[in-house]
C-alpha cells in the first residue's frame, strides 16, 4: 500500500531526528545551556545519545536498552553509539522499538502483513508499516493502546480529533492525558489512586504517564495494572510463572498472564474465575472471530458485574394484550384492499380459515399469510357466524372465497364444509389468530411433496410471550396429549430437527388432500373442537403416512384467541374421551406417561436411538477425526436411528453454521456440555438403545458419569471409537524428536486403553490399529475407515500447477503443524530451486485461534488459503499434493480426500503405512528424514504426466473400491448389528 501524502512527514520522522519534539521534551535542560531548536540535534549526537536521550517520540531510548542489556553493554563499549542507533542498523527485524509496539504480537494480530506485502509497500520493517500505515487503519501494536478507546477519549475531553491515534498519543496525547486509561488492560485512573507515590512522579515529569510508568519501572512486580489483575496473587497460585520471573525469563506476572496465562484460563486474581466465564459460548465465539482479544478483554468490555439485571420476563397475558393491540393498530392499513389473493395460476396449496368474529386477528392472519407464500394459492375462509367485520370480510381481500354460514358452526364442520372446495393438491388447515415466520408455507409444502409417504407436516408453534407451544406431539398410552417442549425456549435443540410424530395441531397442519378426501376430513363426531387433529393424523397414520414435524415451518399463536376458556375445558374432556375409545388398540402399543420418557415418544416410528458423543460437534471443516465422526453421524441417520449428538465441549460456533452442518433429522445438543452430561442422562432414562463414544480421551471423560448414570443407560450397548490411537502418535512423537526416556507403546497403550472396559464394541480406524487392540486383549474389535466419493472430472495434469497442503491446525503440537513447518523450512527451498521461484505452496484448512502460523505467511513462496467452503475448486488447481506427515495416528482423512478429487499424493512412508497404499502407484512415498528424497519425489511427480495420470487413476479406484458409500453404510450396520446381538 502507497503512504498517502498526507501521512508523508509522519513516516518520515520515526526513523530521524525530530528537533522540534527533542528540545520540548527536554526544554529546561536546552534552554539553561542556551541551546536554540536549530542545534538541538548536534546537541544530541554530541551529548544526548550518551546521556539516553531519545531522539524522536517513536523510539525510547532508556527503555531499549533497559530491555536489551546486550544492546546497552555494546552502547557502553563504543560499538552503537546509542539503542536508536543499533536499532536502525542492526535490530529492525528482531528488536522492538518502542514499550508500546510489539512485532511479534502486530504481525500475528494482521495476518495480511507479510515480508512480501511489506516489500511491496516500501516499508523497512512492521514498525515503519505500522506508522505510516497501520496507525492511520485503526491498527494496534500492543494490547495495552487502543485507537478507538483514544479516540474516544480525545472526544470526551473535547480535544481536537486525529486520523493517526498512535502518533497522537505519543506526540502530544501522552503528556495531556497522562492518567487516563487508553486500552481495557491498563487502568490508569485506578492506578494513579492506588500508587500515589507513582502518581507523584508522575506529575513531577519523572514519568509521561501511568502507563509509562507501569510498562517501564525496574520493580514491575510491586504493581498491578488494574482491580482485575494481582501480581502476589498469579506468583501464588503459578510457582512456574514466579520461578520464571525470578530467573529473568518474564518481567512479570501479568506478562505471563497476557501472553500464555489468558489462554490457558489461568485466574488473574482472586475474584475472577476465567474459565467459568469462557465457558459462555458467546464469549469463545467472539475471541475466534477476532471481536476479543481473549477472555480477560471480553470480560473487561462486557462488565457483567456491573450489568443491572435483567427486566423481568413478560408475561403471558401481557403479551397476549400486545398481540391484540398490535393486530388492533394494525387494522387500518389492511383495510384497503392490498391483502389480494387474486390468480390466474392453477393453486398449488388450499387454505382453509374458520373465523368467528375476532376480524382484526384474521385480517393480520390473512395480511401473514399473503407475505408468506407468494405462490398461487386457494384461500377458503369459513365465516362461522359472525357479528363484526368477518361478515363483511371480502370487501376488504382480494381473490377468497368465503362460507358464510348464520350461526357457529364451530371449526370441524367448517373445515369440512369448505373441505368440500379444495382444488389444490395441499390443503393447509391454519388458524386465524396466527404470524407466519420467514418461509413457512413454502418450507411446509416442499416438505410434503418431498416424499410420497408424508401425509401432513405440522409446525414449531410459538406463543405470543415467545415459549413454545409446540414441536411436534405426542401421544401417550392413556390417551392424553402432550405439546413436546411446552413452556421451552424456540432455540432448544430438542424441537430443533425433524422427525416423525404422532401428530401436529391444527393450528397449523399442511395435508395431501387426496388423503383428506379419503378420509372425510376431520371426523364430527369432535365437533365442534379439539382432538379433531390428533384423532385425523392417526387415521392418516393408519394409511400408511408419516406426520412430520419440521423446526423450520415457524409461526406465532394467540392461543385460544377465539374459545371461551370454560367450554374449551368441557370440550377437551368430552373429546379426548372419545378419543381413547375410538383409538384403544393402537394405544396400547403407546408409551406410558412418564416424563424421562419423552425423547422416546415424540418420535412416531420405531427407530433405535443412539447417543453420540464427541469432543465437539463434528463439524467437516475441523478435520482431524470430526470429518470422519461427521461421516459416521450421517450415515447412522440414513440408516434409520436417531442420532443425538452430544459434545464434550459446548459449541462456539453460530447458530446458522449449526443448522446446516447436519443431517436435518439429528439432534444437535448445541447449549450443553461434559459437566450438563449426568443430568442430561437422568433426565432422559431409559431413551437411548445405545451409545457411541468417539475417541479413547472421551471414553476416560465419560467413565465415571456412564458408571454413575449405569441405570438410566445402556450399558450393554457402547461403542468405543477410537478414531486414532493416541500412543501410536505419541511414541512417533517422542521419537522424532528424541525425547527420552519415554515411555514403551506397550505401557501407553495400557494406560489409554482403560476406559475400553466399557465397550460392547470397539472400533478401530484400520487394519493395524485393530491388530495392536486384539493383541491387548480385546476381542470385540472393527475396523471403520473413512467414506469417499470419486470426483474423477477435475482437469487434467497440464491444466494444473503448484502444490496443495489441506488439513487442520487445532494447536502448536499438532502433527500437521509439524508436517508444515518442516516442509517448508526444509523442502520448499528445494523445489523453489528446481521448480522456479514462481512455483506456490498453498494451505488451506481450519486453523486454531492459538496456532501461530507466521513462518508460513511470511514465506514468499507459500500461499494462506485459510478455511474454504467449497475445496473442490481448490484441489482443481493444484498439480500435487503433499502429506509430509512425521508422527500420526489411524488414517490421514486427508490422503483419501485427496485422491477421491483426482489428486495425486506424495506422502510419507507412515501415511503409505496406514492406509496400506503402494508406493510408486496408489501414492508416492517420500522420507521425511531426507528433504532432497521429499522433493525429489515432488518434482518427478510434478513433471512427469504419464505417472501424475497412473497414480491419480489407481487412487481414484482404491477410493471407489474400499470407500464407497454403501460399502461405510454396511459396515456401521454391521456394528450397531453386532452391538444389539446378545452374546
Same mark, same amino acid.
Given at each position: !500500500?502507497?503512504?498517502?501524502?498526507?501521512?508523508?512527514?509522519?513516516?518520515?520522522?520515526?526513523?530521524?531526528?525530530?528537533?522540534?519534539?527533542?528540545?520540548? =521534551?527536554?526544554?529546561?535542560?536546552?534552554?539553561?545551556?542556551?541551546?536554540?531548536?536549530?542545534?538541538?540535534?548536534?546537541?544530541?549526537?554530541?551529548?544526548?545519545?550518551?546521556?539516553?536521550?531519545? *531522539?524522536?517520540?517513536?523510539?525510547?531510548?532508556?527503555?531499549?536498552?533497559?530491555?536489551?542489556?546486550?544492546?546497552?553493554?555494546?552502547?557502553?563499549?563504543?560499538?552503537?553509539?546509542?539503542?536508536?542507533?543499533?536499532?536502525?542498523?542492526?535490530?529492525?527485524?528482531?528488536?522492538?522499538?518502542?514499550?508500546?509496539?510489539?512485532?511479534?504480537?502486530?504481525?500475528?494480530?494482521?495476518?495480511?502483513?507479510?515480508?512480501?506485502?511489506?516489500?511491496?509497500?516500501?516499508?523497512?520493517?512492521?514498525?515503519?508499516?505500522?506508522?505510516?500505515?497501520?496507525?492511520?487503519?485503526?491498527?494496534?501494536?500492543?494490547?495495552?493502546?487502543?485507537?478507538?478507546?483514544?479516540?474516544?477519549?480525545?472526544?470526551?475531553?473535547?480535544?481536537?480529533?486525529?486520523?493517526?491515534?498512535?502518533?497522537?498519543?505519543?506526540?502530544?496525547?501522552?503528556?495531556?492525558?497522562?492518567?487516563?486509561?487508553?486500552?481495557?488492560?491498563?487502568?490508569?485512573?485506578?492506578?494513579?489512586?492506588?500508587?500515589?507515590?507513582?502518581?507523584?512522579?508522575?506529575?513531577?515529569?519523572?514519568?509521561?504517564?501511568?502507563?509509562?510508568?507501569?510498562?517501564?519501572?525496574?520493580?514491575?512486580?510491586?504493581?498491578?495494572?488494574?482491580?482485575?489483575?494481582?501480581?502476589?496473587?498469579?506468583?501464588?497460585?503459578?510457582?512456574?510463572?514466579?520461578?520464571?520471573?525470578?530467573? @529473568?525469563?518474564?518481567?512479570?506476572?501479568?506478562?505471563?498472564?497476557?501472553?500464555?496465562?489468558?489462554?490457558?484460563?489461568?485466574?488473574?486474581?482472586?475474584?475472577?474465575?476465567?474459565?467459568?466465564?469462557?465457558?459462555?459460548?458467546?464469549?469463545?465465539?467472539?475471541?475466534?472471530?477476532?471481536?476479543?482479544?481473549?477472555?480477560?478483554?471480553?470480560?473487561?468490555?462486557?462488565?457483567?458485574?456491573?450489568?443491572?439485571?435483567?427486566?423481568?420476563?413478560?408475561?403471558?397475558?401481557?403479551?397476549?394484550?400486545?398481540?391484540?393491540?398490535?393486530?388492533?393498530?394494525?387494522?387500518? /392499513?389492511?383495510?384497503?384492499?392490498?391483502?389480494?389473493?387474486?390468480?390466474?395460476?392453477?393453486?398449488?396449496?388450499?387454505?382453509?380459515?374458520?373465523?368467528?368474529?375476532?376480524?382484526?386477528?384474521?385480517?393480520?392472519?390473512?395480511?401473514?399469510?399473503?407475505?408468506?407464500?407468494?405462490?398461487?394459492?386457494?384461500?377458503? /375462509?369459513?365465516?362461522? @357466524?359472525?357479528?363484526?367485520?368477518?361478515?363483511?370480510?371480502?370487501?376488504?381481500?382480494?381473490?377468497?372465497?368465503?362460507?358464510?354460514?348464520?350461526?357457529?358452526?364451530?371449526?370441524?364442520?367448517?373445515?369440512?364444509?369448505?373441505?368440500?372446495?379444495?382444488?389444490?393438491?395441499?390443503?393447509?388447515?391454519?388458524?386465524?389468530?396466527?404470524?407466519?415466520?420467514?418461509?413457512?408455507?413454502?418450507?411446509?409444502?416442499?416438505?410434503? !411433496?418431498?416424499?410420497?409417504?408424508?401425509?401432513?407436516?405440522?409446525? =414449531?408453534?410459538?406463543?405470543?410471550?415467545?415459549?413454545?407451544? #409446540?414441536?411436534?406431539?405426542?401421544?401417550?398410552?392413556?390417551?392424553?396429549?402432550?405439546?413436546?417442549?411446552?413452556?421451552?425456549?424456540?432455540?432448544?435443540?430438542?424441537?430443533?430437527?425433524?422427525?416423525?410424530?404422532?401428530?401436529?395441531?391444527?393450528?397449523?397442519?399442511?395435508?395431501?388432500?387426496?388423503?383428506?378426501?379419503?378420509?372425510?376430513?376431520?371426523?364430527?363426531?369432535?365437533?365442534?373442537?379439539?382432538?379433531?387433529?390428533?384423532?385425523?393424523?392417526?387415521?392418516?397414520?393408519?394409511?400408511?403416512? +408419516?406426520?412430520?414435524?419440521?423446526?423450520?415451518?415457524?409461526?406465532?399463536?394467540?392461543?385460544?384467541?377465539?374459545?371461551?376458556?370454560?367450554?374449551?375445558?368441557?370440550?377437551?374432556?368430552?373429546?379426548?374421551?372419545?378419543?381413547?375409545?375410538?383409538?384403544?388398540?393402537?394405544?396400547?402399543?403407546?408409551?406410558? =406417561?412418564?416424563?424421562?420418557?419423552?425423547?422416546?415418544?415424540?418420535?412416531?416410528?420405531?427407530?433405535?436411538?443412539?447417543?453420540?458423543?464427541?469432543?465437539?460437534?463434528?463439524?467437516?471443516?475441523?478435520?482431524?477425526?470430526?470429518?470422519?465422526?461427521?461421516?459416521?453421524?450421517?450415515?447412522?441417520?440414513?440408516?434409520?436411528?436417531? %442420532?443425538?449428538?452430544?459434545?464434550?465441549?459446548?459449541?462456539?460456533?453460530?447458530?446458522?453454521?449449526?443448522?446446516?452442518?447436519?443431517?436435518?433429522?439429528?439432534?444437535?445438543?448445541?447449549?450443553?456440555?461434559?459437566?450438563?452430561?449426568?443430568?442430561?442422562?437422568?433426565?432422559?432414562?431409559?431413551?437411548?438403545?445405545?451409545?457411541?463414544?468417539?475417541?479413547?480421551?472421551?471414553?476416560?471423560?465419560?467413565?465415571?458419569?456412564?458408571?454413575?448414570?449405569?441405570?438410566?443407560?445402556?450399558?450393554?450397548?457402547?461403542?468405543?471409537?477410537?478414531?486414532?490411537?493416541?500412543?501410536?502418535?505419541?511414541?512417533?512423537?517422542?521419537?522424532?524428536?528424541?525425547?527420552?526416556?519415554?515411555?514403551?507403546?506397550?505401557?501407553?497403550?495400557?494406560?489409554?486403553?482403560?476406559?475400553?472396559?466399557?465397550?460392547?464394541?470397539?472400533?478401530?480406524?484400520?487394519?493395524?490399529?485393530?491388530?495392536?487392540?486384539?493383541?491387548?486383549?480385546?476381542?470385540?474389535?472393527?475396523?471403520?475407515?473413512?467414506?469417499?466419493?470419486?470426483?474423477?472430472?477435475? *482437469?487434467?495434469?497440464?491444466?494444473?500447477?503448484?502444490?496443495?497442503?489441506?488439513?487442520?491446525?487445532?494447536?502448536?503440537?499438532?502433527?500437521?503443524?509439524?508436517?508444515?513447518?518442516?516442509?517448508?523450512?526444509?523442502?520448499?527451498?528445494?523445489?523453489?530451486?528446481? /521448480?522456479?521461484?514462481?512455483?506456490?505452496?498453498?494451505?488451506?484448512?481450519?486453523?486454531?485461534?492459538?496456532?501461530?502460523?507466521?513462518?508460513?505467511?511470511?514465506?514468499?513462496?507459500?500461499?494462506?488459503?485459510?478455511?474454504?467452503?467449497?475445496?473442490?475448486?481448490?484441489?482443481?488447481?493444484?498439480?500435487?499434493? %503433499?502429506?509430509?506427515?512425521?508422527?500420526?495416528?489411524?488414517?490421514?482423512?486427508?490422503?483419501?480426500?485427496?485422491?477421491?478429487?483426482?489428486?495425486?499424493?506424495?506422502?510419507?512412508?507412515?501415511?503409505?503405512?496406514?492406509?496400506?497404499?503402494?508406493?510408486?502407484?496408489?501414492?508416492?512415498?517420500?522420507?521425511?528424514?531426507?528433504?532432497?528424497?521429499?522433493? +525429489?519425489?515432488?518434482?518427478?511427480?510434478?513433471?512427469?504426466?504419464?505417472?501424475?495420470?497412473?497414480?491419480?487413476?489407481?487412487?481414484?479406484?482404491?477410493?471407489?473400491? #474400499?470407500?464407497?458409500?454403501?460399502?461405510?453404510?454396511?459396515?456401521?450396520?454391521?456394528?450397531?448389528?453386532?452391538?444389539?446381538?446378545?452374546?
Amino acid at each position: !500500500m502507497a503512504v498517502s501524502s498526507d501521512t508523508a512527514e509522519m513516516a518520515a520522522g520515526w526513523a530521524t531526528f525530530d528537533p522540534a519534539w527533542y528540545h520540548a =521534551r527536554h526544554a529546561a535542560m536546552l534552554d539553561l545551556m542556551d541551546i536554540p531548536p536549530g542545534q538541538a540535534q548536534a546537541f544530541y549526537e554530541a551529548h544526548g545519545a550518551a546521556l539516553g536521550h531519545s *531522539p524522536n517520540p517513536f523510539f525510547d531510548e532508556d527503555w531499549y536498552r533497559a530491555t536489551y542489556p546486550d544492546v546497552a553493554r555494546q552502547v557502553l563499549e563504543g560499538t552503537w553509539r546509542s539503542g536508536f542507533d543499533h536499532y536502525l542498523n542492526a535490530g529492525l527485524d528482531t528488536h522492538n522499538p518502542h514499550w508500546l509496539f510489539d512485532t511479534r504480537a502486530y504481525l500475528a494480530a494482521y495476518p495480511d502483513i507479510t515480508p512480501a506485502t511489506l516489500e511491496a509497500g516500501g516499508y523497512r520493517n512492521a514498525y515503519d508499516h505500522y506508522l505510516r500505515t497501520g496507525d492511520g487503519e485503526m491498527r494496534s501494536g500492543s494490547c495495552f493502546f487502543d485507537p478507538e478507546t483514544y479516540l474516544a477519549l480525545l472526544a470526551e475531553c473535547q480535544h481536537d480529533t486525529t486520523t493517526h491515534p498512535f502518533a497522537d498519543y505519543l506526540r502530544q496525547g501522552m503528556a495531556a492525558l497522562p492518567c487516563r486509561s487508553v486500552s481495557l488492560y491498563f487502568d490508569a485512573e485506578w492506578y494513579a489512586q492506588t500508587y500515589p507515590a507513582a502518581h507523584a512522579d508522575i506529575t513531577q515529569g519523572v514519568w509521561r504517564s501511568a502507563l509509562h510508568h507501569y510498562l517501564c519501572n525496574t520493580t514491575p512486580q510491586a504493581f498491578d495494572p488494574g482491580p482485575f489483575f494481582s501480581e502476589s496473587f498469579y506468583a501464588m497460585v503459578n510457582p512456574d510463572v514466579l520461578g520464571a520471573i525470578e530467573a @529473568g525469563n518474564l518481567r512479570n506476572g501479568y506478562a505471563h498472564f497476557l501472553s500464555d496465562g489468558v489462554h490457558e484460563q489461568r485466574k488473574p486474581c482472586s475474584t475472577l474465575d476465567l474459565a467459568q466465564y469462557m465457558r459462555d459460548p458467546g464469549v469463545q465465539a467472539d475471541i475466534a472471530a477476532r471481536r476479543a482479544r481473549d477472555g480477560l478483554g471480553h470480560y473487561l468490555a462486557a462488565r457483567p458485574d456491573l450489568k443491572p439485571p435483567p427486566p423481568p420476563a413478560v408475561t403471558e397475558d401481557q403479551a397476549r394484550a400486545l398481540f391484540r393491540h398490535m393486530c388492533s393498530a394494525r387494522l387500518p /392499513l389492511l383495510l384497503n384492499g392490498g391483502i389480494d389473493f387474486t390468480s390466474d395460476a392453477p393453486p398449488a396449496l388450499s387454505v382453509i380459515i374458520v373465523a368467528h368474529d375476532q376480524f382484526a386477528l384474521t385480517m393480520s392472519t390473512l395480511a401473514s399469510l399473503r407475505t408468506n407464500y407468494h405462490g398461487s394459492m386457494q384461500v377458503l /375462509l369459513v365465516d362461522s @357466524g359472525s357479528r363484526d367485520g368477518v361478515a363483511g370480510i371480502e370487501d376488504h381481500v382480494c381473490g377468497i372465497e368465503v362460507l358464510r354460514f348464520a350461526g357457529n358452526i364451530g371449526f370441524v364442520r367448517g373445515c369440512n364444509a369448505a373441505l368440500a372446495r379444495v382444488r389444490a393438491p395441499a390443503t393447509l388447515y391454519l388458524n386465524n389468530d396466527v404470524d407466519l415466520q420467514y418461509g413457512a408455507v413454502a418450507r411446509a409444502l416442499s416438505r410434503l !411433496m418431498a416424499d410420497e409417504a408424508t401425509g401432513a407436516v405440522g409446525a =414449531r408453534v410459538i406463543r405470543t410471550h415467545g415459549l413454545l407451544q #409446540e414441536a411436534g406431539s405426542m401421544i401417550w398410552r392413556d390417551g392424553s396429549v402432550q405439546g413436546y417442549m411446552r413452556d421451552a425456549h424456540p432455540c432448544v435443540p430438542e424441537a430443533g430437527f425433524v422427525r416423525a410424530v404422532d401428530f401436529c395441531s391444527g393450528v397449523f397442519l399442511m395435508v395431501r388432500t387426496d388423503v383428506l378426501q379419503v378420509l372425510d376430513g376431520f371426523d364430527e363426531s369432535f365437533a365442534p373442537a379439539y382432538f379433531e387433529e390428533t384423532d385425523l393424523c392417526m387415521r392418516i397414520r393408519t394409511l400408511g403416512y +408419516r406426520i412430520m414435524y419440521d423446526p423450520g415451518v415457524c409461526l406465532v399463536h394467540y392461543e385460544c384467541g377465539t374459545s371461551d376458556g370454560t367450554s374449551a375445558s368441557r370440550l377437551i374432556a368430552r373429546n379426548n374421551n372419545l378419543f381413547t375409545r375410538r383409538h384403544a388398540p393402537a394405544l396400547r402399543r403407546r408409551l406410558l =406417561r412418564h416424563d424421562p420418557l419423552q425423547a422416546r415418544a415424540r418420535h412416531a416410528d420405531d427407530g433405535r436411538h443412539i447417543l453420540f458423543i464427541e469432543d465437539r460437534l463434528p463439524l467437516r471443516h475441523l478435520g482431524s477425526g470430526f470429518t470422519r465422526s461427521h461421516d459416521i453421524v450421517t450415515t447412522l441417520a440414513a440408516l434409520g436411528y436417531h %442420532v443425538t449428538l452430544f459434545p464434550i465441549f459446548r459449541p462456539i460456533e453460530s447458530a446458522a453454521t449449526l443448522a446446516a452442518a447436519f443431517p436435518e433429522t439429528v439432534e444437535v445438543i448445541h447449549d450443553r456440555e461434559l459437566p450438563d452430561l449426568p443430568d442430561f442422562l437422568r433426565a432422559r432414562s431409559g431413551c437411548f438403545d445405545a451409545i457411541w463414544i468417539a475417541r479413547t480421551q472421551n471414553a476416560a471423560r465419560v467413565a465415571s458419569i456412564l458408571n454413575d448414570a449405569a441405570s438410566s443407560i445402556p450399558a450393554g450397548h457402547i461403542v468405543v471409537d477410537t478414531e486414532a490411537l493416541v500412543a501410536c502418535r505419541d511414541v512417533e512423537y517422542d521419537r522424532l524428536h528424541a525425547i527420552t526416556p519415554s515411555p514403551p507403546l506397550s505401557e501407553r497403550l495400557e494406560r489409554e486403553l482403560r476406559p475400553l472396559f466399557l465397550a460392547q464394541r470397539v472400533v478401530a480406524v484400520n487394519a493395524a490399529e485393530a491388530d495392536l487392540l486384539r493383541a491387548a486383549g480385546f476381542d470385540n474389535v472393527s475396523v471403520l475407515g473413512h467414506v469417499q466419493v470419486p470426483r474423477p472430472t477435475g *482437469p487434467g495434469w497440464a491444466a494444473r500447477r503448484d502444490i496443495l497442503f489441506l488439513g487442520a491446525v487445532h494447536e502448536m503440537r499438532s502433527p500437521n503443524l509439524d508436517s508444515l513447518a518442516w516442509f517448508s523450512s526444509e523442502v520448499l527451498p528445494l523445489l523453489v530451486a528446481q /521448480l522456479g521461484a514462481d512455483i506456490r505452496f498453498s494451505v488451506c484448512g481450519h486453523t486454531g485461534p492459538r496456532v501461530d502460523l507466521g513462518p508460513l505467511r511470511h514465506n514468499p513462496n507459500v500461499r494462506m488459503l485459510g478455511r474454504v467452503a467449497d475445496t473442490a475448486p481448490v484441489y482443481d488447481q493444484h498439480r500435487v499434493f %503433499v502429506a509430509p506427515t512425521r508422527y500420526a495416528a489411524g488414517i490421514a482423512y486427508k490422503l483419501h480426500e485427496a485422491a477421491a478429487n483426482g489428486l495425486p499424493v506424495v506422502g510419507s512412508p507412515l501415511l503409505c503405512q496406514q492406509a496400506g497404499w503402494r508406493d510408486g502407484q496408489d501414492m508416492l512415498c517420500a522420507s521425511v528424514t531426507d528433504p532432497a528424497d521429499f522433493a +525429489r519425489q515432488i518434482v518427478r511427480l510434478y513433471h512427469d504426466q504419464t505417472l501424475w495420470d497412473t497414480v491419480r487413476d489407481n487412487a481414484l479406484t482404491r477410493i471407489a473400491t #474400499e470407500h464407497a458409500p454403501q460399502e461405510y453404510a454396511s459396515r456401521v450396520a454391521d456394528i450397531m448389528n453386532a452391538v444389539f446381538t446378545p452374546g
